[in-house]
Each structure stands twice: as C-alpha cells, then as structure tokens.
C-alpha cells in the first residue's frame, strides 16, 4: 500500500498562511484522485478539497478562494495552500486517496493546524 505522510502544519495567527504537504511512497500515486480532510476535536471528518489525476480542483464551500491544492508528479506530492486562516480551520488535516472506487481507502497520519492569537 502506498505510504502517506503529511506535514508543514503549526501555529499561525488569523489571517496567516500555511501549506501542507501529502508526500507519497510510490509514483502510483498520482494516477489517484487526492483528498484532504480534516477533523476539529469533537467534530466530523470533513472535505477540504481534492484534486484528480488531472489536476481539477474541487472544494469545499467553506475554504473557496482562500485554499488552493496542487500536485507535483515528479516528487509524488500534493500541497494544500491554506491562505487567510481563520479560527475555525483548526483541526487535524488528513490526505487519502481515492484509487478510482469512489472511496478513500489509504489515509496517512495527520498534521496538526491550529490558528489561535
């Protein structure tokens, strides 16, 4: 199974700026559709945004114009942008992917976001 791991979370204020990182242990990877989610304590899994092998976006309505994601093939990468942090985007920040079922059956471990004064 390919291998996730996320990082590039931390501490930022409101308004600040982070970008996560999904790095992939295999170059299969970006023949999946990427996705990532995130979980606030006592709260849900939500989506965030994903991104196909083609490269088209898709987003939730709550981070539009603020979160961008991309992917790097050549470093078997996807990066979620998160510009114009607010309070309420703190939580856990999971990747997945989506092998072309539908379903996100691999996740990696998380990384912490936390956006506080």
């Known amino acids: 199974q390919v291998q996730l791991v996320e990082s590039g979370g931390g501490l930022v204020q409101p308004g600040g700026s982070l970008r996560l990182s999904c790095a992939a242990s295999e170059s299969i990877f970006n023949s999946y559709t990427v996705g990532w989610y995130r979980q606030a304590p006592g709260k849900q899994r939500e989506f965030v945004a994903r991104?196909?092998?083609?490269?088209?976006?898709n987003y939730a309505d709550s981070v539009k114009g603020r979160f961008t994601i991309s992917r790097d093939n050549a470093k078997n990468t996807v990066y979620l942008h998160m510009n114009d942090l607010k309070p309420e985007d703190t939580a856990v920040y999971y990747c997945?992917?989506?092998?072309?079922?539908?379903?996100?059956?691999?996740w990696g471990q998380g990384t912490q976001v936390t956006v506080s004064s």
């Open positions: 991104i196909n092998n083609g490269r088209i976006p």
């Open positions: 997945g992917t989506d092998r072309g079922s539908g379903r996100y059956d691999n």
